[in-house]
């Protein structure tokens, strides 16, 4: 289950996507994600999954990855999917069962959030696969960099919110060891009640918080050592350069966010 979960790994690559400036897919996420939230019905999604459905085989990720990037929020989809189908009373009546009741509307909405949550992973994931770290580092504080004038640490705040997604993919290897390592002991995590579980949780969590610790301070020596003082007067390897790329990225992302405007208000 662990070594499904994909989130901050970057897989490199020559798609058209992997080839655009950072800035510019930060910021197409961004409307991307306007896109989904300000879709109100289900044919303005469907504006939404075209998207994805188009730009997931364009940015040469194989499609097996889609799926792992959804599996580890199944159960967020699913109680929120619940959430709705018993609590939305109001519409037809498909299914009463004394205080519960299953609507149209309830069994709308239920299957409106899933595909949204569902698109919406899918979507944002393709930022992370196809952009490396230090250029999304540098894409985040050159976005940020107009509140350097408030005297925002815009390097720093960049600087720790990339090493943040960066170690993701490294805990959940560390956390997968360490489960290996009970379980050739003896330990017993998989069975029993919700109580047993989370005790049994104990025995790795412990060993998962210590590593993590050093995992920091190794990475905090290692900046020391090669003189690292923050974002003052550093240079970087690789500028950021837009291209006909980006443009028709931008373009793509325009036509699809005034699809879904467009069945807003005129499909009814």
């Given amino acids: 289950m662990l070594k499904d979960i994909t989130i901050g790994q970057f897989f490199p690559g020559t798609s058209v996507i992997h080839k655009m400036d950072a800035r510019v897919k930060l910021l197409l996420t961004a409307a991307f994600i306007v896109m989904l939230f300000i879709a109100d019905s289900l044919r303005a999604l469907c504006v939404g999954i075209a998207f994805t459905l188009i730009v997931y085989p364009i940015s040469g990720i194989p499609i097996k990855m889609m799926w792992k990037s959804v599996k580890p929020i199944i159960p967020i989809v699913i109680i929120t999917a619940l959430l709705n189908l018993f609590f939305i009373r109001t ?82 290897e560390e956390t997968d060891k360490i489960m290996s390592a009970q ?64 443009l028709a990225g931008t373009v793509f992302v325009c036509l699809f966010f005034a699809g879904v405007i467009v069945v807003n208000h005129i499909v009814k």
């Fill in 91 to 172: 519409g037809n009546v498909y299914w009463k069962w004394k205080f519960i009741k299953i609507t149209s509307e309830g069994v709308d909405t239920a299957s409106f959030m899933a595909i949204r949550i569902i698109c919406l992973i899918i979507g944002s994931s393709i930022l992370t696969y196809t952009t490396s770290p230090i250029d999304l580092t540098d894409a985040i504080e050159r976005l940020l960099s107009p509140l350097k004038k408030l005297k925002v640490p815009v390097h720093e705040l960049a600087m720790m919110m990339t090493i943040a997604l960066r170690f993701i993919p490294t805990l959940i």
């Fill in 183 to 246: 379980k050739a002991r003896g330990a017993d995590i998989e069975t029993g009640g919700p109580v047993k579980k989370a005790k049994a949780l104990i025995p790795i969590l412990i060993p998962l918080f210590v590593a993590s610790f050093r995992h920091a301070e190794e990475l905090a020596l290692a900046m020391e050592c090669r003189c690292y003082h923050g974002g003052e007067g550093r240079t970087r390897m690789k500028q950021l350069h837009l291209s006909w790329r980006d």
